[in-house]
């Protein structure tokens, strides 16, 4: 027993050396005393305003809504402040950086944006906010969103239209009596990704502002505006509507080079060119909101519906005048006298001392426009029967007979002038005008 005594009061005594891992460590709280403040109250609460600066780091133009008239912007907000409350000693003047929980406990701006529709804090992984207190109270509060706000679009100029779009940061509670809202660097304070990019816009400028907003019954607030100018991609539009309404227009065309007498022929191809260009006028405007006044597609659109129905019109025009004729005609045959004793009628067209046409003439008589069965020999034999003094008092109106064939083979020599050259003036006025 003594021999173990012995050899246990023998034996050294090894002091353990402390675990700094359990060592107590103060508390972010305790330094920054949370719990001996109120931090309901807004700092310096009853003296001048806080004045709160902001800038904002735009991080993506997601979308752009005609049908809704909206934006949607994600964003990195970041806010500064001083706030005495929060001040910590400190030896090396480094900040202390802190998560959403911190911000819970302590007082920070209420912003909200205005006219906004959604909006949302990312949280993947976790929160994206950040809280970074220095040692004289400054205070950088930073978070990640995402907000789709309204945005007035005029699109009387649409597809060739420029749109100014605002993203409006306002504090909800305070007015600019407790709180002072600026950007902090001026149009410094806003930065962009050179990456953004939209599909159907070119992002022309980022520029930034600052009113006052009134409201009859809380009062006047600042306001912070993020203003961005869009101008639209035509190339699309060209592809997808100005260029097959063109060719459609073109199309309806080819019927003024086609026989009038081919109505299966002229018929279809007018009635599809119709149909073609209300198919394109619906297709776009499913796509826009229902305004209630003219876009300059809609301009574009209509004039070319309106060419290809009036090349449809014009067929009916010529159609109607061909069937005039035709009647004019037959009572023609009934009225002239029995061809039957002349020996020879293709002869007798030849000879100019009968038929008062030369050889040139009556090949020119083609450029009448009369049918080829049949139709040159009867325009012909009028004439002889009108040379007989005899029968030219009995067949009077015959003279009228020969101007209608001119006047209804006029109608497509004409419309082959007529239309292409309305429709190229028209499109030289409408894009010097949208240009």
Same mark, same amino acid.
């Given at each position: 027993?003594?021999?173990?005594?012995?050899h246990?009061s023998?034996?050294?005594?090894?002091?353990?050396?402390?675990?700094l891992?359990?060592?107590?460590?103060?508390?972010?709280?305790q330094?920054?005393?949370?719990?001996?403040?109120?931090?309901?109250?807004?700092?310096a609460?009853g003296?001048?305003?806080i004045?709160?600066?902001?800038?904002?780091?735009?991080?993506?133009?997601d979308t752009?809504?005609?049908?809704?008239m $909206?934006?949607?912007?994600?964003?990195?907000?970041?806010?500064?402040?001083?706030d005495?409350r929060?001040?910590?000693?400190?030896?090396?003047?480094?900040s202390?950086?802190?998560?959403?929980? &911190?911000v819970? /406990?302590?007082?920070?701006?209420?912003m909200f944006?205005?006219?906004?529709?959604?909006?949302?804090i990312?949280?993947?992984?976790?929160?994206?906010?950040?809280?970074?207190?220095?040692?004289?109270?400054?205070?950088?509060y930073?978070?990640?969103?995402t907000?789709?706000?309204?945005?007035?679009?005029?699109?009387?100029?649409?597809?060739?239209?420029?749109q100014?779009?605002s993203l409006?940061?306002?504090?909800?509670a305070?007015?600019?009596?407790?709180?002072?809202?600026y950007?902090k /660097?001026g149009?410094?304070?806003?930065?962009?990704?050179?990456?953004?990019?939209l599909?159907?816009f070119l992002?022309? /400028?980022?520029h930034?502002?600052t /009113?006052?907003? *009134?409201y009859?019954?809380?009062?006047?607030?600042?306001?912070?505006?993020?203003?961005?100018? &869009?101008?639209?991609?035509?190339?699309?539009?060209?592809?997808?509507?100005?260029f097959?309404?063109?060719?459609?227009v073109?199309?309806?065309?080819?019927?003024?080079w086609i $026989?009038?007498?081919?109505?299966p022929?002229?018929?279809?191809?007018?009635?599809t060119t119709?149909?073609t260009?209300?198919?394109i006028?619906?297709?776009?405007?499913?796509?826009?909101?229902?305004?209630?006044?003219?876009?300059a597609?809609?301009?574009?659109?209509?004039?070319?519906?309106?060419?290809?129905?009036?090349?449809?019109?014009?067929?009916?025009?010529?159609n109607? &005048?061909?069937?005039v004729?035709?009647?004019?005609?037959?009572k023609?045959?009934?009225?002239?006298p029995?061809t039957?004793?002349?020996?020879?009628?293709?002869?007798?067209?030849?000879?100019?001392q009968?038929?008062?046409?030369g050889?040139?003439?009556?090949?020119?008589?083609?450029n009448?426009?009369?049918?080829?069965n049949?139709?040159r020999?009867?325009q012909?034999l009028?004439?002889?029967a009108?040379?007989?003094?005899?029968?030219?008092?009995r067949v009077k109106?015959?003279?009228g007979?020969?101007?209608?064939w001119?006047?209804?083979?006029?109608? $497509?020599k004409?419309?082959?002038v007529?239309?292409p050259?309305?429709?190229?003036? *028209?499109?030289?006025?409408?894009?010097?005008?949208?240009?």
């Amino acid at each position: 027993m003594e021999g173990g005594g012995g050899h246990k009061s023998g034996s050294p005594i090894y002091k353990r050396s402390p675990d700094l891992t359990k060592s107590p460590m103060t508390k972010s709280e305790q330094l920054l005393r949370i719990d001996d403040h109120d931090f309901t109250m807004r700092p310096a609460f009853g003296g001048p305003p806080i004045p709160v600066g902001v800038d904002v780091q735009v991080e993506s133009l997601d979308t752009i809504s005609e049908v809704d008239m $909206d934006f949607t912007m994600t964003l990195y907000l970041r806010h500064y402040w001083k706030d005495e409350r929060l001040s910590f000693p400190s030896t090396n003047n480094q900040s202390m950086t802190f998560d959403s929980r &911190l911000v819970k /406990k302590i007082w920070v701006p209420d912003m909200f944006f205005v006219h906004s529709k959604r909006s949302f804090i990312h949280d993947t992984t976790t929160d994206n906010v950040m809280l970074r207190v220095y040692p004289d109270g400054n205070v950088l509060y930073s978070l990640r969103v995402t907000v789709t706000a309204m945005c007035n679009m005029d699109l009387s100029r649409f597809p060739l239209d420029t749109q100014t779009c605002s993203l409006e940061i306002e504090s909800y509670a305070y007015t600019d009596d407790d709180l002072m809202l600026y950007w902090k /660097k001026g149009n410094e304070s806003l930065n962009t990704d050179d990456r953004i990019s939209l599909s159907q816009f070119l992002i022309q /400028k980022f520029h930034t502002t600052t /009113k006052l907003a *009134f409201y009859s019954s809380t009062g006047w607030y600042n306001r912070l505006y993020i203003h961005f100018t &869009l101008r639209r991609h035509i190339f699309f539009f060209l592809l997808q509507t100005y260029f097959p309404a063109t060719l459609m227009v073109m199309l309806s065309w080819v019927s003024f080079w086609i $026989d009038r007498r081919a109505v299966p022929a002229r018929v279809p191809l007018g009635i599809t060119t119709v149909l073609t260009m209300s198919t394109i006028i619906t297709g776009v405007n499913a796509s826009m909101p229902r305004v209630s006044y003219i876009k300059a597609v809609d301009i574009y659109l209509w004039v070319s519906f309106v060419f290809v129905f009036l090349s449809v019109i014009e067929y009916a025009a010529v159609n109607y &005048l061909s069937t005039v004729q035709e009647r004019k005609e037959r009572k023609l045959r009934e009225r002239l006298p029995c061809t039957c004793g002349i020996g020879n009628p293709d002869e007798m067209m030849i000879d100019p001392q009968i038929t008062g046409y030369g050889s040139m003439d009556v090949n020119t008589t083609g450029n009448y426009g009369m049918p080829e069965n049949g139709g040159r020999q009867e325009q012909i034999l009028a004439q002889v029967a009108l040379n007989d003094p005899q029968i030219a008092n009995r067949v009077k109106p015959s003279r009228g007979y020969v101007n209608i064939w001119i006047d209804t083979h006029a109608i $497509d020599k004409y419309s082959r002038v007529v239309f292409p050259g309305a429709y190229i003036l *028209f499109n030289i006025i409408y894009w010097s005008i949208y240009s």
